[in-house]
């Protein structure tokens, strides 16, 4: 974006009664204006122009006759005669509050002039950007050749401009400034959040923990009664004859699959009795081992065992 500098705007210095300076004065009129040569601009947007004001850093000094613009970068004297440390928008307008010095003071409370002229930044549509100075003049038409020229603005490197996201062929150092102006509100907004989360968005890592810690717990102990309640459930089915002491770990493992419980309670409903038990834990006096109760061999039926299967894994009853 090609920026340049124009000067030749005029504004009267309003009427004040003796011994009280103005405080504020206009600087830029709301909406669109034309120079003294003719050339048309617009204030479409004042919050830029304070914007860039901020940005920039610095208060705008009251000049006479735009000696910072002219005579400054000559190298020759250009003493600021006040200050403007505030500026603010009144219905699209720009003012300033303006603090003059010893010599300031001296020449306004003189009515020395008349009129104030302020110098600002635009763009080649003739959007005012920002105000670089204001200058004392009594010449509301200025002849000088200086006025009006575009201004080259300091580059900055390459490598900066990349890092500011900026065009690195023609990034400024009044863009960088504004960038690292955003960077730094950025910055603050993100530790403002990070000082004062919300809470609908956002808990605390030790109360994330401390909750889930507690679920942990809770998960832990209604595993325990689950499981609890499973062996009571298969050693029931055992006591009952319903099913063999040697496949119990089979209808644990059946139980906690999900929806195994209620599979292994529908089954022992309609389970026939297969062992007493006399004939699961203990072999009468006498009793063959090598061969099967009745009992023992509806178990192998409902099983799907031959008897050797059984057998080999039938514990071995001690006397």
């Known amino acids: 974006m090609s920026l340049k500098k124009y000067l030749s705007l005029c504004f009267e210095i309003p009427s004040f009664a003796d011994g009280e300076l103005p405080q504020w004065l206009q600087l830029l009129p709301a909406g669109?204006?034309?120079?003294?040569?003719?050339?048309?601009?617009?204030?479409?947007?004042?919050?830029?122009?304070?914007?860039?004001f901020t940005a920039d850093g610095r208060d705008i000094a009251l000049d006479i006759e735009h000696a910072t613009e002219i005579k400054g970068p000559a190298g020759e004297p250009a003493p600021a005669q006040g200050w403007f440390k505030t500026l603010e928008i009144r219905n699209g307008e720009i003012w300033g509050q303006v603090d003059f010095n010893a010599d300031g003071s001296k020449l306004i409370s003189g009515k020395n002039y008349r009129y104030i002229s302020p110098a600002f930044y635009h763009d080649d549509q003739g959007n005012i950007l920002g105000i670089s100075s204001v200058g004392l003049t009594n010449k509301p038409n200025l002849d000088l050749p200086a006025l009006n020229q575009e201004q080259t603005l300091m580059k900055i490197p390459a490598a900066i401009a990349a890092a500011l996201s900026l065009n690195a062929e023609s990034a400024t150092d009044i863009e960088a400034v504004t960038a690292i102006e955003q960077l730094k509100n950025d910055k603050q907004l993100a530790l403002n959040r990070a000082a004062n989360p919300d809470l609908a968005k956002f808990v605390p890592k030790e109360t994330h923990d401390l909750a889930l810690n507690r679920a942990q717990t809770a998960e832990q102990k209604l595993a325990d009664i689950a499981d609890?309640?499973?062996?009571?459930?298969?050693?029931?089915?055992?006591?009952?004859?319903k099913i063999a002491p040697a496949n119990k770990d089979m209808y644990l493992a059946t139980c906690r699959a999900e929806g195994g419980r209620e599979q292994f309670e529908a089954f022992i409903k309609t389970a026939p009795v297969i062992a007493s038990t006399e004939s699961r834990h203990e072999k009468k006096p006498g009793a063959d081992g090598n061969k099967l109760t009745d009992g023992e061999l509806t178990m192998c039926r409902s099983l799907g065992l031959t008897q050797e299967q059984y057998l080999a894994a039938k514990p071995t009853t001690q006397e």
Do not use: C, H, W, Y
């Open 32 to 52: 669109e204006m034309t120079g003294r040569d003719g050339r048309r601009f617009v204030n479409a947007s004042p919050e830029t122009v304070l914007q860039f």
């Open 228 to 241: 609890a309640e499973i062996n009571a459930l298969v050693d029931g089915a055992i006591k009952a004859g």
